[in-house]
Antibody
Framework: QVQLVQSGAEVKKPGASVKVSCLAS??????MHWVRQAPGQGLQWMGR????????THSQKFQGRLTMTWDTSTNTISMELRDLRSEDTAVYYC??????????????WGQGTLVTVSS | DIQMTQSPPSLSASVGDRVTITCRAS??????LNWYQQKSGAAPKLLIY???NVHGGVPSRFSGSGSGTDFTLTISSLQPEDAATYFC???FGSGRTFGQGTLVEV
């Protein structure tokens, strides 16, 4: 049974960094993505990674600020965002991407982690 | 980046109505288009993948169609529990992008 359990809410000051983790169970090989949602807004794709890191890529919007890692010993995927700004206040989701011949899609999501950036 | 444009931004319909939401990609994406439902305070849930494939456990009143740049999500007979925001998402190429969402009120 696939489960994604994320770490708890965070409050950070502008300029700080935040690390959100996602404990995965029930699978080991699929790509994992990070998606965020600012209050009252839509979904914004941030990036993806795989266990070896060979397919790690991210949106240019986060150039230089985003690092995603996968600890295969604990099957924990982490996302670190640096130099936080107020506009980074959002709920951050991890999501598993499954592949079929016909396409690829996010079939499992974590419960979300609220990150609040405030002075 | 591939841009996804959804319409309408919101709609209000009655129980039993047929509801259609459209999504347009800024370039051809074949059938690499998925639809998600998000209820308030919850993570999105997959409804439709590869444009027209209904995900397991999703009621049969949900259907999807389209290919290339233009796609449609249809709810054949709207139910009270369908009140939610619906997002399209493209999975063509290395990045992923979502439409802005459509809020459905019942």
């Amino acid at each position: 049974q696939v489960q994604l359990v994320q770490s708890g809410a965070e409050v950070k000051k502008p300029g700080a960094s935040v690390k959100v983790s996602c404990l995965a169970s029930g699978f080991t090989n699929e790509d994992m993505h990070w998606v965020r949602q600012a209050p009252g807004q839509g979904l914004q794709w941030m990036g993806r990674t795989n266990p070896s890191g060979s397919r790690t890529t991210h949106s240019q919007k986060f150039q230089g600020r985003l690092t995603m890692t996968w600890d295969t010993s604990t099957n924990t995927i982490s996302m670190e965002l640096r130099d936080l700004r107020s506009e980074d206040t959002a709920v951050y989701y991890c999501a598993r991407e499954s592949y079929e011949d016909s396409g690829n899609y996010f079939d499992h999501w974590g419960q979300g982690t609220l990150v609040t950036v405030s002075s | 980046d591939i841009q996804m444009t959804q319409s309408p931004p919101s709609l209000s319909a009655s129980v039993g109505d047929r509801v259609t939401i459209t999504c347009r990609a800024s370039q051809v994406i074949s059938i690499y288009l998925n639809w998600y439902q998000q209820k308030s305070g919850a993570a999105p849930k997959l409804l439709i993948y590869a444009a027209s494939n209904v995900h397991g456990g999703v009621p049969s009143r949900f259907s999807g169609s389209g290919s290339g740049t233009d796609f449609t999500l249809t709810i054949s007979s709207l139910q009270p529990e369908d009140a939610a925001t619906y997002f399209c998402q493209q999975s063509f190429g290395s990045g992923r992008t979502f439409g802005q969402g459509t809020l459905v009120e019942v």
